[in-house]
């Protein structure tokens, strides 16, 4: 199951910014991190979906294998934002 995370998806992998413990990305981009592995991909084929993987796709991306998890940030640095 893939699942849309709350932060804007940035090139750039975490362990190269600022941020290196939870980070949260950019304050905006045209698309957002999804994080997870599809059980639509036989396992030769997806080897690089791991729970651990990260990806980036349009907030109007949908699919039978992208959910979401309802969470709420006590601390932000960015202007929350509706998509």
Known sequence: MWEWCAE???TAHPRTTV????PTGPCHSTV???RGRSYLCHACYCNRYRVAART??????TGGDTGFRRAWALHTRCAPTVT
């Open 32 to 34: 957002r991190v999804m």
């Open 19 to 22: 941020d290196r413990v939870n």
């Open 8 to 10: 804007w998806w940035a």
């Open 56 to 61: 980036g796709n349009s907030p109007d991306c």
